[in-house]
């Protein structure tokens, strides 16, 4: 459930604002939920679609790294980790390897632990994959002068694709729970770029370079509108368990038209705030971010 709270007042367009030439925005930051089946693949996986194969140069021996020491924290997230993984079936125990790698630990933002994977003496001895990678600068360019622009973000990707059997047990990797590789393709492998982009141009071939048509009930979507000079703005306040918005509106001829909207991902003791202090935080938040129309 979300709580709101509608608030009126009257914008204050100084000069200085003027000369700011006062953007409009849209920016959102939304918590993801930690579930299980966010991890969980498709499925039929689909190998003559996409499958991913180490290539290792023959007469490469194979390395096996020491165990590294960690820290009964980072134990911790590394087993509830791979607990996760394994029960998707992205990773499975291995008893019997030539290879083996270890698991290195990384602060996230939000002070979570992220896994990767020291896959540095594997990827040695795999060659470069050729396969062209778009460059992201030219293909936000080339959505210059369209009214409609869309970006997909494909959450946990690299995890629907099957790793080639016979490479899975390369990837292996030591904990203190025993030894685990990956039956589905993870980051850190050289060439796994290659190999998602392989994907993406399959997935979308006969679309690339083309305009995708978008429903016509996503065409009618309200658009971001510039306030006017002494005009009286309204403001949404929204707050949930574990975030917080605001959205600037307008009225013309009946019609409420949104100005900028912002959110802010609640963490520590403010997640247990109450509704009215939640609501409160977020118009303090508002008042920081859109300062030049309060």
Not at 45 to 72: S, T
Request: overall charge positive; proline content about 4%.
């Amino acid at each position: 459930m979300c709580d709101g709270l509608r608030t009126r007042g009257t914008t204050h367009l100084i000069q200085q604002s003027k000369r700011r030439k006062g953007k409009s925005g849209n920016q959102s930051r939304t918590p993801r939920a930690d579930s299980d089946d966010q991890f969980r693949p498709y499925k039929e996986n689909q190998k003559h679609i996409a499958e991913h194969r180490l290539n290792i140069r023959k007469g490469c021996q194979p390395v096996r790294q020491k165990k590294r020491g960690q820290a009964a924290e980072r134990n911790i997230s590394i087993n509830d980790e791979v607990s996760k993984l394994v029960t998707a079936g992205i990773m499975r125990e291995v008893h019997y390897h030539d290879w083996l790698s270890n698991p290195v630990m990384e602060k996230k933002s939000d002070n979570s632990w992220r896994m990767c994977v020291d896959f540095k003496d594997l990827n040695k001895a795999c060659p470069k994959d050729g396969y062209p990678l778009p460059e992201i600068d030219w293909k936000v360019e080339s959505l210059c002068g369209f009214p409609f622009k869309c970006f997909m973000d494909a959450y946990k990707g690299y995890h629907q694709i099957q790793m080639a059997e016979e490479d899975e047990e390369k990837t292996a990797f030591i904990t203190n729970q025993g030894i685990f590789c990956y039956t589905k393709m993870p980051f850190g492998l050289r060439n796994a770029d290659a190999t998602y982009q392989r994907l993406v141009d399959k997935t979308f071939h006969g679309q690339i370079g083309r305009n995708l048509e978008m429903k016509e009930h996503i065409a009618k979507l309200p658009m971001l509108t510039a306030p006017k000079e002494q005009e009286e703005l309204i403001v949404y306040l929204a707050a949930s368990k574990e975030a917080i918005s605001d959205v600037l509106m307008t009225e013309r001829e009946a019609r409420q038209m949104p100005i900028y909207f912002v959110s802010r991902a609640l963490r520590g003791t403010k997640v247990n705030y109450t509704s009215m202090e939640k609501l409160v935080l977020a118009l303090v938040h508002a008042r920081k971010r859109i300062r030049r129309y309060f």
